[in-house]
């Protein structure tokens, strides 16, 4: 950290990261116990924080343990070892995780039956005809899928699998009360559905029994000669880093297929039990697994509740979700012309999920076959199962252009499905490149070369997204479509960088990690802090995923210490801390947490009333400022960059969804004092719909801009200012 930032740097100015993620999590959890929010909608959000959970501790919590293994005992910025954060991170996981089976069993369950959908918790509660259904249905298409697993002295205790759901039991032999015991498991299959609907007494009563349930219920059958003395659900979690050490890789694509296998070999660093589980055979397990009494967890219900989003999908129960949202049309392309003539028109402002991600994916379909382009460059970063995108490419590939695709092999948990990609890509003749050695490319850029009457023109899309179109019905995300000049030259020197390892002497616009861009960021909160010493208005607002890089921290601390008023929109992590007196008294946090997830990255600058406008791919983390090829693109035209502001304006009006961090690192909805709720995506959704509408027909398609927000008949707010 630089000597000017020294001051800031005490470990009592910072939260500590993975506490803040798990306040993150606590906020999500936090909408699955909200009354006012539809019943199915809950279930998401239940779901949607124990995926978030399983993830949190195969990679965060596998890495201090690693740590720990390495007798490394670094504080962190706010002042806590490895070994201090593991534990401070068990007791608020617990703790969690109680409220969260609270919740479903206190609250969920019992609504869902008032609903309409009996969940059974125990195959002890089915009538004698539904008994006899999942007795057939085990039998027919369960029974032949299992591999039940026992261990004795010629068996070894066999590879449980990372997150997998297992049924572990004691059995004996028939008739041999005081005989020796045997531990066996089975796995819960997941090529099997988790839950399965059992016939219905009547429309308005039905029923489902979870997978483990059905087996556990018929787990003799399994083990014939045997009585099984108890069963109980189980499942761990593994550390899921893979280390690779990439400068040692000869081939980079082969050395993450094999790491991906050791994936299933890592260290167990939780383990979740049926709570009530038999003494004895939880004995086996944690002498199996390795693991300490803090790392297990006792589970009062069923285990692993991401299932949820699948009861979220059965049909039927519609009054009890929010109605589907129908992206709508980007008003600058509401005509007839093809989208490269729209786009030489003015720069095309995209917000995601309100507006439809279909130009996008236009955008490479279109250049795929227009004769005209001459070659088409994008990186990938995460693609969805059925990729347009990807099988545009292809396209382009095999009618003649030049497509260079760079595929991320180094995407958490995406590994699998980028190498698939990639492979397919190489085969229809794509130039492919697996990312840079000690780098993730998490950029998102299009280049489209197109051969026109007055020369070569570059067309580019840039995004704070991935290009998958699934995820982007899901998102919140930022992009804009140009032929500006300037930043089609950045673009070229991009991929230049990226493909040939060429770093140009400068560059027009773009900001590029990890060349630049702390200290552009860097100068830009400078330059507001200069203005306040001078006197001047001096102001940033600033949305993005995670907050938690020290120096940027600092540097923004410094600033609001000599006057500058800062508004931080941050949906995850926050290491800042807001109300430390002298410090940071002029900074506010708040995160959104609602039906889409919030990702977009915005960052404005008062900048003595020129207000400049940022949007791109990384957040304020040492990761994506150091260890990454990043892009933060300047708003140019006033068009986009009043869109990006009234974004921002809206979101920092929110009064529903948002949480304002408070001093003691609690967050804490905003009072209403009377006022009428704002929901700022459910704003964004009503006026991107009812602009597509007055734009249908209109003559001139580039981006409108209202000159006040054009509020939604039941909200009203008093007009927000930057």
């Known amino acids: 950290m630089k000597a000017e930032y020294e001051a800031y740097a005490k470990p009592e100015y910072y939260w500590n990261r993975e506490l803040s993620w798990i306040c993150f999590d606590e906020r999500i959890l936090h909408e699955a116990k909200d009354s006012t929010i539809p019943l199915f909608e809950r279930l998401k959000f239940e779901s949607i924080t124990s995926s978030n959970l399983d993830e949190f501790f195969m990679v965060r919590v596998a890495s201090l343990k690693d740590q720990m293994h390495s007798d490394y005992n670094k504080p962190d910025i706010a002042g806590m070892t490895p070994g201090e954060q593991i534990d401070a991170i068990l007791a608020a996981t617990h703790a969690m995780v109680d409220d969260q089976y609270r919740n479903y069993n206190e609250e969920l369950v019992p609504l869902l039956r008032e609903a309409g959908l009996h969940v059974f918790n125990s195959h002890e509660e089915l009538t004698a005809e539904q008994a006899s259904y999942i007795d057939d249905y085990f039998t027919e298409n369960v029974y032949p899928v299992l591999t039940p697993m026992a261990m004795d002295s010629s068996r070894p205790f066999p590879l449980i699998r990372n997150k997998t759901l297992n049924i572990g039991a004691l059995i004996r032999k028939k008739g041999d009360e005081d005989g020796k015991t045997l531990f066996a498991t089975v796995q819960v299959p997941s090529v099997l559905p988790r839950f399965i609907e059992l016939p219905e007494k009547n429309a308005s009563e039905r029923g489902i029994i979870l997978m483990d349930e059905i087996i556990e219920r018929n787990l003799s059958s399994l083990f014939l000669g045997y009585e099984v003395v108890c069963a109980h659900p189980y499942r761990i979690m593994r550390n899921a880093e893979l ?70 999908g059965i049909d039927g129960f519609d009054a009890y979700k929010i109605p589907k949202y129908t992206p709508a049309e980007v008003p600058a392309l509401q005509n007839d012309d093809d989208i490269f003539t729209n786009i030489r028109k003015g720069d095309i402002f995209l917000h995601h999920p309100y507006m439809s991600f279909q130009p996008v994916v236009d955008f490479v379909k279109q250049a795929a076959s227009d004769p005209d382009v001459l070659a088409i460059k994008q990186t990938l ?41 990639a492979q397919k890509l190489e085969k229809a003749g794509c130039h492919v490149i697996y990312g840079l050695v000690g780098l993730k490319t998490h950029s998102k850029i299009t280049l489209v070369v197109r051969r026109e009457d007055d020369g070569i023109r570059r067309y580019v899309h840039l995004g704070t997204g991935n290009y998958n179109d699934s995820t982007a019905k899901l998102y919140t995300d930022c992009g804009i479509l140009t032929c500006d000049q300037n930043i089609g030259e ?95 008294e002029n900074i506010t946090v708040r995160s959104i947490v609602g039906n889409f997830l919030e990702h977009a990255r915005i960052f404005y600058f008062y900048n003595n009333g020129n207000e400049d406008v940022y949007m791109g791919s990384a957040d304020w983390m040492p990761r994506n400022l150091d260890k990454r090829v990043e892009i933060v693109f300047p708003l140019l035209s006033p068009e986009t960059k009043k869109q990006a502001m009234h974004i921002l304006e809206i979101q920092l009006a929110d009064n529903v969804k948002a949480s304002v961090l408070q001093p003691d690192g609690t967050y804490r909805k905003p009072d209403l004092d009377g006022s009428k709720p704002i929901i700022a995506q459910d704003y964004f959704c009503k006026e991107a719909t009812e602009k597509a509408k007055e734009h249908k027909s209109a003559v001139d398609t580039r981006v409108f801009i209202p000159a006040k927000p054009v509020l939604p008949a039941d909200m009203e707010m008093k007009e927000p200012a930057l």
């Open 243 to 312: 280390g690779i050490d990439e400068d040692e890789a000869a081939d980079l694509l082969v050395e993450i297929q094999k790491s991906l296998r050791k994936r299933q070999w890592g260290e167990v660093i939780r383990l979740e039990v049926e709570q009530g589980i038999e003494p004895q055979l939880l004995k086996i397990l944690k002498a199996e697994f390795q693991v300490k009494d803090p790392d297990i967890f006792y589970i009062p219900g069923p285990i692993d509740l991401t299932f949820l989003m699948k009861v979220y």
């Open 490 to 584: 950045d673009a070229t020197a991009v991929f230049n960088m990226i493909s040939g390892y060429s770093e140009p002497d400068r560059w027009n616009d773009l900001i590029v990690a990890p060349i630049w861009m702390r200290e552009r960021f860097l100068h830009l909160i400078r330059m507001e802090e200069k203005h306040a010493r001078e006197g001047q208005q001096a102001r940033i607002v600033a949305k993005m995923n995670s907050l938690c890089d020290p120096e940027i921290i600092a540097a923004l601390y410094k600033a609001s210490a000599a006057g500058v008023k800062i508004d931080l929109i941050v949906r995850g992590i926050c290491c800042l801390k807001v109300g430390i007196p002298g410090i940071s």
């Open 381 to 421: 970063y995460r693609v969805s199962g059925h990729s347009p995108i990807i099988a545009a490419l292809a396209q382009a590939a095999e009618n003649g252009k030049q497509v260079t695709a760079l595929v991320e092999l180094k995407a958490r948990f995406d590994e699998e499905n980028n190498i698939v990609w």
